[in-house]
């Protein structure tokens, strides 16, 4: 059965950024939704946050390797991205196929159970992030569908609040894990396959079946008893300029975005930060995540989503010198995983609105998949690269060497999107 409320009814009121008094609206799909992100990255957060030291550690292997593991961590899901998409847009079906691809990745957390080592971790990320692929355009058509456009920022940063949640207490219950239990990784792997499951079934049972449908055409031949017929979905509908420009330069921001793990480890070899400590980097990038989400998706709303999204890749880059830094100070490491959360809460949900906002109604899933489409494959791209380059130049040089190219590209992705920079108007 299905909680009782229509795609637009029952929106939870919070107050408007404009004056202060309740009015926009945040539905409570969007809640439901957040809540089952929030189970599933509880199950995915406790075995991402371990990985690092688990590959580069206790199975020994090169930085090279865990590039590529981070890579396929980060790309894989682009495989099956835009066919998440067109699948939720050609059947009106964003809900079922989103719990096709949360039910894919809960099974890949059954292979943690029956085995370990470089191979079974590598089959076990990969279906799990093509689960990924699967699920987010859908549910992120949901999450439009469910929302008023003039709130759209401020519902995906309700739900990546909710979502974030989840990806701090993940990290948090590993290192409960291993502290007290420091071979524990098989009770990782069990928690992590019950919270998949419970996420699962929240979004069988509580979440309704939404679509943001393109308006009726009805010819003029036709009598008032006619079908009703709506335009079917094609792919010049995402032929908008202001889309193209998006995925271009998303691209080049997911090039230059090295996987999180990657700046763990080099802040762990510069501090007096233990093995069994690492996960609780994780937490701190989580937290500045869930307390940024919020306000940044409002101020997406009423300054500009683009402006959003390209000042946030200026805390990725202030993150990446945090990092390269000689201090091993605790200032310096809790600075950077402020400015990581930082630029997560301004660019994840703020890009999803932005795809929606520039693509046509029907069309909405497959124009989310193909802004996730282009980052994932450019951050698969990235973190075998970085891994190579750590490899031959060592980690503060090749973290460097990215900074220094994401100065360059955030100017100049602000000059190739400054026709669309405008401020939005506020009623």
């Not at 199950?43 to 580069?56: C, D, G, N, R």
């Not at 070899?269 to 919020?294: D, E, H, M």
């Not at 940044?296 to 880059?317: E, K, N, Q």
Request: aromatic share 10%; net charge positive; glycine share 10%.
């Amino acid at each position: 059965m299905y909680i009782s409320f229509s795609d637009r009814a029952r929106l939870t009121d919070v107050p408007s950024p404009t004056t202060g008094k309740t009015g926009a609206k945040v539905s409570a799909t969007v809640i439901a939704l957040g809540v089952v992100s929030m189970l599933t990255d509880i199950s995915s957060e406790s075995v991402s946050a371990i990985l690092p030291l688990y590959l580069t550690s206790v199975l020994g292997l090169s930085t090279i390797a865990f590039g590529f593991i981070d890579g396929l961590y980060q790309g894989v899901s682009a495989v099956v991205r835009i066919a998440g998409g067109y699948a939720a847009d050609r059947t009106e079906q964003p809900k079922w196929i989103a719990f096709f691809g949360y039910g894919v990745s809960a099974l890949a957390r059954v292979g943690l159970l029956v085995g370990t080592g470089f191979g079974v971790i590598a089959a076990v990320v990969t279906v799990d992030r093509l689960g990924k692929g699967v699920r987010t355009a859908p549910r992120d058509a949901l999450i439009t569908a469910s929302s008023l456009p003039e709130n759209l920022g401020r519902s995906f940063g309700v739900h990546r609040m909710l979502d974030t949640i989840g990806a701090a207490i993940g990290p948090l219950l590993a290192f409960l894990v291993l502290f007290f239990i420091p071979s524990g990784y098989s009770v990782i792997f069990v928690i992590s396959l019950a919270f998949a499951l419970l996420g699962l079934v929240i979004l069988g049972l509580l979440v309704p079946n939404v679509s943001r449908r393109a308006p009726a055409v009805v010819t003029a031949e036709a009598g008032p008893a006619a079908s009703v017929a709506r335009p079917r979905f094609r792919w010049r509908h995402l032929n908008d300029p202001r889309l193209r420009r998006l995925l271009v330069v998303a691209g080049i921001f997911g090039l230059l975005t090295v996987g999180d793990g990657f700046i763990y480890l080099v802040l762990q070899a510069r501090s007096s930060f233990a093995a069994a400590w690492f996960p609780l980097l994780y937490v701190g990038t989580n937290l500045a995540f869930l307390v940024c989400a919020v306000p940044l998706g409002r101020l997406a709303d009423r300054f500009g989503r683009l402006r959003v999204f390209i000042i946030g890749h200026g805390a990725l880059l202030a993150a990446y010198v945090c990092a390269a830094l000689p201090t091993t100070g605790a200032l310096a490491t809790v600075g950077c995983l402020v400015l990581l959360g930082l630029f997560y809460a301004a660019s994840d949900g703020v890009l999803a609105a932005l795809a929606a906002q520039y693509t046509p109604a029907g069309s909405t899933a497959s124009g989310i998949a193909a802004a996730q489409t282009v980052v994932a494959i450019a951050r698969l791209v990235a973190s075998t690269g970085f891994g190579f380059l750590w490899f031959a130049l060592g980690r503060e040089t090749a973290v460097l060497i990215v900074a220094a190219l994401l100065a360059v590209a955030i100017p100049a992705a602000a000059l190739l999107l400054r026709p669309y920079l405008a401020r939005p108007r506020v009623s």
